[in-house]
């Protein structure tokens, strides 16, 4: 079965620090992967997404991901958190042909001012 | 705002009592989930249609949760006979899929959700 792991669980950064949350899944075959982010009081909006070709893929707000197939990984970075980031980020994962996603337990970061 | 629309966005029931939620998706899409989130965890799928045929059923749901989308359209959570463990947040996503084994997902746009608590 499929499943989504994230490293962290929580996350404080000061503004302007670099960030990296890890991501790793288990499935052997052709994958999409994703990104969404909840800020405080919205809903699940998506950050961003792989389905082929670049493994670095860029999404809204300056943050971007890397898919690493050989370490199964699709971590997300930013180079210099604001404020405005403080949310809890999910890492997810579906089979290509239109299967379900499968979501990985969030890590909640904190940027302070 | 023509995002999907849950309904309501708070419920409190007592146990045993039955609930019902709707989603409304986005309009072209074909595709809608139903998913749960408790405290701490990421969105758990209940489970999806594909226009009004329902595709798929987690383990989770148990035989007190029943979904329906009729004619593809809106859709209907139920849950009979509610336990203190039902209490979480009910998601509701959308997307347009088309069908094939190499078809990629574009993600999905959710709901704001309806936050049930059981008493």
């Known amino acids: 079965a499929q499943s989504v792991s994230q490293h962290n669980h929580h996350v404080i950064l000061s503004e302007a620090a670099s960030l990296e949350l890890g991501c790793n899944y288990s499935y052997g075959g052709t994958v999409n992967l994703f990104w969404y982010v909840q800020y405080p009081g919205q809903h699940l909006q998506l950050l961003l997404k792989?389905?082929?070709?670049?493994?670095l893929v860029k999404g809204i707000k300056g943050f971007e991901a890397e898919f690493i197939k050989s370490k199964f990984s699709f971590n997300l970075r930013k180079p210099s958190v604001q404020w405005s980031d403080t949310a809890e980020y999910f890492c997810?994962?579906?089979?290509?042909?239109?299967?379900?996603?499968?979501f990985g337990a969030g890590t909640r970061l904190f940027v302070k001012a | 705002d023509t995002g999907v629309s849950q309904n309501p966005r708070h419920k409190i029931t007592k146990r045993g009592q039955n609930v019902t939620f709707r989603c409304d998706p986005i309009?072209?899409?074909?595709?809608l989930y139903w998913y749960r989130q408790t405290l701490g965890q990421g969105p758990e799928f209940l489970t999806y249609f594909q226009n009004e045929a329902q595709l798929e059923k987690s383990r989770l749901l148990s035989d007190r949760f029943s979904a329906e989308r009729p004619k593809g359209s809106f859709s209907t959570l139920e849950i009979q006979r509610t336990e203190q463990g039902d209490s979480a947040m009910y998601l509701c996503?959308?997307?347009?899929?088309?069908?094939?084994?190499?078809?990629?997902?574009?993600?999905?746009?959710f709901g704001s959700g309806t936050r049930l608590t059981v008493v």
């Open positions: 996503a959308s997307s347009f899929e088309r069908q094939g084994l190499s078809t990629p997902n574009y993600g999905y746009t």
């Open positions: 792989y389905f082929s070709g670049d493994p």
């Open positions: 309009s072209e899409h074909n595709r």
């Open positions: 997810a994962v579906s089979r290509t042909g239109g299967f379900k996603t499968i």
